[in-house]
């Protein structure tokens, strides 16, 4: 069975690409939906091809499904309507499927399936990244907001923390908010360090 | 308690309807919460819609119609009981391309009929056939670029290559040669001859004067199901359609719409089509096109059924689908008068007393029968003149030029 993803991200594309390998799936293609991708897909003749469903690229790709010349059988997304919980799962992991006429549905649905853990543990990936991301810039600014307090009113780091949190706590901010506006207040006040 | 309604939508001036329903609270009066979901390809869209992500969508028309018919993936019944819009495309090609054409801008996009020619003469003097871009094989704009290449004996499916993608990678297909031209909605076409990659060659309005472009469409099973929701969430639109349609508060809907969650271009591009101030090339004052788009006067919002029969019939006419009078029915039905006319029958506005017309017959501002108050139709010509009977497909289908 020969697969093809078309993906943008060439790290979940490779996620995926192990995940099938190891899974004992060997004819496998990235294909990047950029320039010429139509053309290099209808030579391939996939089996089965899966995208990303937030690609943009996805109407030009049902498009050749539908006129390509190539590729004789037609081509449906999803190989069994009647089974929704799998369909509903793989719109919500942001898989699209498409499947080749005539292949049995109990060969393509570990594909289906396999792609959906993939994408989804792809989506927690970078989601955990981007909180990484998130607290890291947010605890510069915090470290930052804290030695301006050391500096102008003599106070202990730890002082420092306590006043951001409770002037947060009274103001149902976050602190990061508290000490951001600090920043900007002792930025504007001539005040920075 | 107030309902949340998931709508999905591309990122494109046609969605404003739906953005001022949200963001200047008419959903909220009528206790709807809306939530927008922005896709990125149709194809995606209809998934959404399908397969129950999202409980409506912002509808290329012949779309709706198209996966009612089992045209388009998995079959669904849709139903459209609202137009967020008429008119608002424009076809644009590289310069080097429209140096072929009249060179009057203004001129060129007053006369569609001799634009198509010189249009059609231009492909002998290209190197190869002239590669454009639609946005989709089911979209208005497909079906209109066919309507106008035909007129001048261009065969779509020979003399060109219609290449579909997406509006948001519309310009920088242009940019790397990918594409000579491309029809689509706004801003996407303002957004490239801004980037000095294309001008105009013709506006959707000059070839149907008033061309269905974007409805909401539904599940039909859901829209069946949920009666009350459907006319509260009308209602908030009607009210948020005249809200846009007021020149007043243009530059403010451009400002809203400029925003990363909804087109995400700058304001100055999307006020063009709202304003009807068409910028069609580089360096050059504005053209005037007081109805490049319509939102709510003159009951734009009314989905008439012979509109629906139409786009079928250009359907028919492409080959896409084989024309029978069951089929004919359903195209029909996708579009639900019955539900607009419950929906806003106590809102006040003008409700137009039939449910079909005929299509390009107006030619100046007429009155016509209305259930309640004035209503006047707009000019709907098409540029060749032509008028459809919905009574009549057949008689319309067999007038065009030979069939393959």
């Given at each position: 069975?020969?697969?093809v993803?078309?993906?943008?991200?060439?790290?979940?594309?490779?996620?995926?690409?192990?995940?099938?390998r190891?899974?004992?799936?060997?004819?496998?293609?990235?294909?990047?939906?950029?320039?010429?991708?139509?053309?290099?897909?209808?030579?391939?003749?996939?089996?089965v091809?899966?995208?990303?469903?937030?690609?943009?690229?996805?109407?030009?790709?049902?498009?050749?499904?539908?006129?390509?010349?190539?590729?004789?059988r037609?081509?449906?997304?999803?190989?069994?309507?009647?089974?929704?919980?799998m369909?509903?799962?793989?719109?919500?992991?942001?898989?699209?499927?498409?499947?080749?006429?005539?292949?049995?549905?109990?060969?393509?649905?570990?594909?289906?399936?396999l792609?959906?853990?993939?994408?989804?543990?792809?989506?927690?990936?970078?989601?955990?990244?981007?909180?990484?991301?998130?607290?890291?810039?947010?605890r510069k600014?915090?470290?930052?907001?804290?030695?301006?307090?050391?500096?102008?009113?003599?106070?202990?780091?730890q002082?420092?923390?306590?006043?951001?949190?409770?002037?947060?706590?009274?103001?149902?901010?976050?602190?990061?908010?508290?000490?951001?506006?600090?920043?900007?207040?002792?930025?504007?006040?001539?005040?920075?360090? | 308690?107030?309902?949340?309604?998931?709508?999905?939508?591309?990122?494109?001036?046609?969605?404003?309807?739906?953005?001022?329903?949200?963001?200047?609270?008419?959903?909220?009066?009528?206790?709807?919460?809306?939530?927008?979901?922005?896709?990125?390809?149709?194809?995606?869209?209809?998934?959404r819609?399908?397969y129950?992500?999202?409980?409506?969508?912002?509808?290329?028309?012949?779309?709706?119609?198209?996966?009612?018919?089992?045209?388009?993936q998995?079959?669904?019944?849709?139903?459209?009981?609202?137009?967020?819009?008429?008119?608002?495309?424009?076809?644009?090609?590289?310069?080097?391309?429209?140096?072929?054409?009249?060179?009057?801008?203004?001129?060129?996009?007053?006369?569609?009929?001799?634009?198509?020619?010189?249009?059609?003469?231009?492909?002998?003097?290209?190197r190869?056939?002239?590669?454009?871009?639609?946005?989709h094989?089911?979209?208005?704009?497909?079906?209109m670029?066919?309507?106008?290449?035909a007129?001048?004996?261009?065969?779509?499916?020979?003399?060109?290559?219609?290449?579909?993608?997406?509006?948001?990678?519309t310009?920088?297909?242009m940019?790397?040669?990918?594409?000579?031209?491309?029809?689509?909605?706004?801003?996407?076409?303002?957004?490239?001859?801004?980037?000095?990659?294309?001008?105009?060659?013709?506006?959707?309005?000059?070839?149907?004067?008033?061309?269905?472009?974007?409805?909401?469409?539904?599940?039909?099973?859901?829209?069946?199901?949920?009666p009350?929701?459907?006319?509260?969430?009308?209602?908030a639109?009607?009210?948020?359609?005249?809200?846009?349609d007021?020149?007043?508060?243009?530059?403010?809907?451009?400002?809203?719409?400029?925003?990363?969650?909804?087109?995400?271009?700058?304001?100055?591009?999307?006020?063009?089509?709202?304003?009807?101030?068409?910028?069609?090339?580089?360096?050059?004052?504005?053209?005037?096109?007081?109805?490049?788009?319509?939102?709510?006067?003159?009951?734009?919002?009314?989905?008439?059924?012979?509109?629906?029969?139409?786009?079928?019939?250009?359907?028919?006419?492409?080959?896409?689908?084989?024309?029978?009078?069951?089929?004919?029915?359903?195209?029909?039905?996708?579009?639900?008068?019955?539900?607009?006319?419950?929906?806003?029958?106590?809102?006040?506005?003008?409700?137009?007393?039939?449910?079909?017309?005929?299509?390009?017959?107006v030619?100046a501002?007429?009155?016509?029968?209305?259930?309640?108050?004035?209503?006047?139709?707009?000019?709907?010509?098409?540029?060749?003149?032509?008028?459809?009977?919905?009574?009549r497909?057949?008689?319309?289908?067999?007038?065009?030029?030979?069939?393959?």
């Amino acid at each position: 069975m020969r697969i093809v993803i078309i993906d943008d991200s060439g790290l979940r594309a490779t996620v995926l690409e192990e995940g099938l390998r190891e899974a004992g799936y060997d004819d496998i293609h990235i294909v990047p939906p950029r320039g010429a991708f139509v053309a290099r897909l209808e030579r391939m003749a996939p089996d089965v091809v899966l995208m990303d469903l937030g690609s943009p690229s996805r109407d030009t790709l049902e498009e050749m499904l539908t006129v390509s010349r190539a590729l004789a059988r037609p081509i449906a997304m999803f190989v069994d309507q009647s089974d929704d919980a799998m369909i509903g799962a793989a719109i919500d992991a942001g898989v699209s499927a498409y499947v080749v006429d005539g292949l049995r549905k109990e060969r393509v649905k570990p594909v289906l399936e396999l792609a959906v853990r993939r994408f989804n543990a792809f989506a927690r990936m970078q989601s955990e990244l981007d909180e990484a991301r998130t607290a890291l810039a947010d605890r510069k600014i915090v470290d930052r907001a804290k030695s301006i307090l050391m500096n102008q009113r003599s106070l202990s780091e730890q002082d420092a923390y306590a006043l951001l949190r409770s002037s947060a706590m009274n103001q149902g901010k976050k602190i990061v908010e508290v000490a951001q506006a600090l920043i900007t207040a002792s930025d504007l006040l001539g005040g920075g360090i | 308690m107030s309902d949340v309604l998931r709508v999905a939508f591309l990122p494109l001036t046609d969605v404003a309807v739906l953005a001022v329903a949200r963001e200047r609270g008419f959903a909220e009066e009528e206790g709807i919460f809306l939530d927008l979901v922005r896709t990125t390809s149709w194809a995606t869209l209809r998934d959404r819609l399908v397969y129950g992500q999202v409980q409506g969508a912002q509808m290329l028309a012949p779309l709706a119609v198209a996966v009612t018919l089992g045209l388009s993936q998995q079959p669904a019944a849709l139903a459209a009981p609202y137009k967020l819009n008429v008119n608002g495309n424009m076809l644009v090609m590289a310069p080097d391309f429209a140096k072929a054409l009249e060179p009057d801008i203004a001129r060129r996009l007053t006369d569609p009929l001799g634009t198509a020619h010189d249009f059609a003469a231009a492909i002998g003097l290209w190197r190869r056939k002239p590669v454009i871009g639609v946005v989709h094989r089911f979209s208005s704009h497909a079906i209109m670029l066919r309507y106008w290449l035909a007129s001048a004996g261009i065969d779509p499916d020979r003399d060109v290559v219609l290449r579909v993608l997406p509006p948001s990678l519309t310009v920088e297909a242009m940019r790397a040669g990918e594409i000579d031209g491309f029809i689509a909605g706004e801003p996407w076409g303002s957004a490239a001859i801004e980037a000095g990659l294309a001008e105009t060659v013709a506006i959707g309005e000059r070839i149907w004067q008033r061309g269905v472009e974007k409805v909401l469409a539904f599940r039909q099973d859901w829209l069946e199901a949920n009666p009350e929701t459907v006319d509260r969430l009308l209602r908030a639109l009607a009210r948020a359609a005249a809200w846009c349609d007021d020149p007043a508060h243009h530059e403010a809907l451009a400002v809203l719409l400029s925003d990363p969650r909804y087109v995400d271009q700058p304001a100055e591009l999307i006020f063009g089509a709202l304003s009807g101030r068409i910028s069609a090339r580089l360096g050059e004052a504005p053209v005037a096109n007081p109805d490049f788009m319509l939102f709510a006067r003159e009951a734009t919002a009314f989905p008439w059924r012979s509109q629906a029969l139409w786009i079928y019939s250009q359907l028919v006419r492409w080959g896409m689908v084989a024309h029978d009078a069951e089929t004919a029915a359903r195209a029909a039905a996708v579009f639900r008068p019955d539900i607009f006319r419950r929906a806003l029958a106590d809102s006040g506005l003008p409700m137009p007393g039939a449910s079909m017309k005929l299509e390009g017959a107006v030619s100046a501002p007429m009155p016509v029968g209305a259930h309640r108050g004035d209503l006047t139709l707009g000019p709907d010509r098409f540029f060749d003149g032509r008028i459809f009977d919905p009574e009549r497909i057949e008689d319309f289908l067999r007038d065009f030029a030979p069939q393959r």
